[in-house]
Every structure is written in C-alpha cells, then in structure tokens.
C-alpha cells in the first residue's frame, strides 16, 4: 500500500489521536530510554513518535526515522526541525543505510504489516541491533479491526476497499519470526480499544473518512457509501455504534 499525500494526511491525523498518544506511551515505557542512544523509528510517518524519542535520548543520542514516502518524510522533518538530534532516512525498512549493530533500540508502529518482505525487513532490524537492545513492535489484528455496522454486507464491502496489509495478522507469527532471529524475553501486551462516538477527531472517525475516499476511489457508488455512514450515524443516535481496535505490542531483546 502507498501512502501517498491523502492518505499520509489522514494517517498523520490517526497518529494525533488517543490511539496513536496512547501507542506512543506504550512504546516509549518499553523502550526505557537513556540519554546518548540511537533509536530508530521504522515508518516513522509523520515523525510523531521520533520527537518523542528525540526528547529521551538527548543532545547525545540520535532519534532517526525512516520512511519510504515523501510525503511523510517532509512532514516528519518540519515538526522535528528544532530537535538537531533527529535525522530522516527516505527509504525502506530493508536497505537502512547504517552500520551493523550501529542502534540501541529500534521500534515500529502499524508498518511491518504493509510490508511484502517482512522477513527481510526483520533481518534488517536484526542487523543494525546491538547486543544489550531491543526491539519494540506494534501491529494491529486487522481481522478484529472496523466499524459495527447493521448492514453486514455493505459493512464489509466498505471494509474490503482497505484491505492494503500484505500481513494482516502479524502479531500471531512475529514471536515465532523474532526467535529464529534470536530475540530472547520475546513478550506480547495487547492493547484494545472500543471507542463508541464518532467525534470529530476521534480514530474511528479518521478511519470512516479514509474509507470512504478509498470506496469512491475504487467504485463504490455514492449512493452506498451514503447509506452506509447514515447507518453509523442512526446507530450512534440510537446508542449502538461501535468501532474496535486490538493492537499488539511484541518486545524482543538481543543478549548474546
Ligand atoms: C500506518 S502508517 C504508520 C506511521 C507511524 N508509524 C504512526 O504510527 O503514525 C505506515 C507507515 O509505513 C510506511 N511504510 C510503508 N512501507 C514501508 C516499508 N517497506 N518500509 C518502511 N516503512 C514503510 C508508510 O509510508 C507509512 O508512513
């Protein structure tokens, strides 16, 4: 899936979010930073989480961020542009242009999933790790993700045109891909959510709005894609709308 212009735009408003605040505090606690390390954020969007880890690490660490889009990437550096700490590499999670062992934690957010090879873009972690780190991971269960909607059918139609991840149940293999890798006190925490508004600057809202431009996109009539956000609104009217979320946070450690 590319993440071109419209799509980063909303991405980077989903990031903004509870969720993505919540995701965030999630991984900083894990990776228990100290002042002077490297860390670098894989799919680093909109460069959220990287001035986050640019504030831990310090004037002697190293915040880096990767992405292949363009898009995120200029807008990862406008935000981080005070922090001189933090660099930005365009490119993609299997040909990170650093030294062998070269970070003291490297972490990613809802990106392994869209990747082909992911094994490759493991291997890549694996290489750049030094002994004594981690590596903190956060996918979401995309069978468990979605709106509720009362028409099953039209439902899962506007599911089906966001169907972009080429693994979509990630967290249920990565233990498994992270030991053959040699990872140790490989760990998994769960982190859901049900969120039962769709306030304005809510995920589930981003999420309805990021549906419908793909349903449009790929030829879905209006008329459906109406019908269908009239039937979220009436359920939220009536006390039964429902949007969930389980994202799982998988920690791996490198001893040697
Ligand atoms: C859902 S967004 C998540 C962004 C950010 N981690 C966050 O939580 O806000 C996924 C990101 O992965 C990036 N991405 C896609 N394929 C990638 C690859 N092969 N290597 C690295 N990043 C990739 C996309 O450009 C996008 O910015």
Same mark, same amino acid.
Request: with cysteine; aromatic share 8%.
């Given at each position: ?22 995701? !965030? ?6 990776? +228990? ?7 670098? =954020?894989?799919?680093?969007? $909109? ?31 406008? !935000? ?50 030094? +002994? ?42 990565? +233990? ?46 209006? =008329?459906?894609?109406?019908?269908? !956000? ?21 920690? $791996?450690?490198? +001893?040697?």
């Amino acid at each position: 899936m590319k993440f071109d212009k419209d799509i980063s735009l909303i991405q980077q408003k989903m990031s903004e979010t509870s969720i993505g605040i919540a995701r !965030r505090q999630n991984i900083l606690k894990e990776l +228990n930073i100290e002042g002077g390390q490297t860390i670098i =954020d894989v799919g680093c969007g $909109g460069g959220q989480l990287v001035e986050a880890i640019s504030l831990g690490v310090g004037v002697n660490g190293k915040a880096i961020g990767v992405d292949p889009s363009e898009t995120q990437i200029v807008s990862a550096k406008d !935000r981080c542009q005070s922090f001189e700490n933090t660099e930005f590499l365009c490119c993609y999670a299997d040909e990170i242009d650093m030294d062998d062992a070269s970070c003291d934690s490297i972490t990613s957010t809802q990106t392994l999933e869209y990747i082909e090879d992911v094994d490759a873009a493991l291997n890549e972690i694996r290489r750049l790790l030094k +002994n004594h780190s981690r590596f903190v991971n956060i996918s979401t269960l995309w069978d468990y993700f979605g709106f509720h909607g009362p028409d099953k059918e039209l439902n899962s139609l506007m599911h089906e045109v966001v169907k972009g991840q080429k693994h979509p149940m990630l967290p249920t293999k990565l +233990n498994g891909k992270l030991e053959k890798l040699g990872f140790k006190n490989i760990r998994t925490h769960e982190i859901p959510f049900f969120i039962t508004k769709r306030d304005e600057n809510s995920f589930a809202k981003f999420h309805e709005v990021n549906m419908v431009n793909a349903a449009i996109k790929k030829g879905i009539s209006e =008329d459906q894609v109406d019908l269908w !956000r009239k039937q979220l609104h009436q359920a939220e009217q009536e006390g039964s709308f429902a949007f969930t979320t389980i994202a799982i946070m998988t920690t $791996g450690y490198i +001893n040697q």
